[in-house]
């Protein structure tokens, strides 16, 4: 079946700094979310992305969808101890029913103040 | 807005027993989830729901069942519980038109023992 490759698994930043992390797909998709999980809660929607191409942010969050459909990247500038928790990337084929959103690992994510 | 509503939040199992997981949401969405996360892995799709009366398999739908008498209310069932089903158990749910944004609830941690 398809999968998504994210990474990097695990990070440890310095408060203030920029993150990067990324997904990749072996296969095509025409969505692709990023969700956010905090210890014992659910998955929250940070961003979707809908187009090749397309670049998005919500406050110090972007996010892009690559142009070969195939991966996308999420950065957030400026750390602050409150971006603590997993990262998921989640994509979508159309040719699929709705149910088919593959997601990744997720990227765990720690801030030292 | 209470969003997606789960209940229990924990809840611990002998092999072979029963139970039902509950989910609602009261977001008027037509499209319902339910997914499991194990331990430093993404969620995996167990089954899914495009409307009321109508419910299809996700990538790993044995050992449980579901029902979708009304748009709100999506139960996940386990008949005979298995150490295989210890994992936290999600329900999610999505706008039908043409938006794959994925609302997730807060999650069951369930431990089969």
């Known amino acids: 079946g398809q999968q998504l490759n994210q990474s990097p698994q695990s990070m440890f930043i310095q408060e203030g700094e920029d993150v990067s992390m990324n997904c990749t797909s072996s296969?095509?998709?025409?969505?692709w979310l990023w969700y956010k999980q905090d210890p014992g809660e659910g998955p929250v929607l940070l961003i979707a992305?809908?187009?090749?191409?397309e670049l998005t942010s919500n406050g110090r969050l972007t996010a892009q969808f690559g142009i070969t459909r195939k991966d996308s990247f999420l950065n957030i500038s400026a750390s602050i101890p409150s971006d603590v928790g997993i990262y998921f990337c989640?994509?979508?084929?159309?040719?699929?029913?709705?149910?088919?959103?593959?997601f990744g690992k997720g990227t765990k994510l720690s801030v030292k103040p | 807005n209470a969003g997606v509503t789960q209940t229990p939040k924990f809840r611990i199992l002998k092999i072979g027993q029963s139970m039902t997981l509950q989910c609602a949401q009261d977001?008027?969405?037509?499209?319902m989830y339910w997914y499991r996360q194990d331990p430093g892995m993404g969620l995996k799709l167990i089954y899914y729901?495009?409307?009321?009366?109508?419910?299809d398999k996700g990538e790993v739908p044995n050992g449980y069942n579901v029902s979708r008498s009304t748009t709100e209310d999506f139960p996940l069932r386990l008949e005979l519980a298995a150490p295989s089903q210890t994992s936290v158990y999600f329900c999610?749910?999505?706008?039908?038109?043409?938006?794959?944004?994925?609302?997730f609830g807060p999650g069951t941690r369930l431990t089969v023992t």
């Open positions: 999610a749910s999505s706008y039908s038109g043409g938006s794959f944004e994925q609302y």
């Open positions: 296969s095509i998709f025409n969505t």
């Open positions: 992305l809908y187009k090749a191409g």
């Open positions: 989640a994509g979508m084929n159309y040719g699929g029913s709705q149910g088919n959103l593959i």
């Open positions: 977001m008027n969405h037509n499209y």
């Open positions: 729901s495009v409307g009321a009366g109508i419910t």
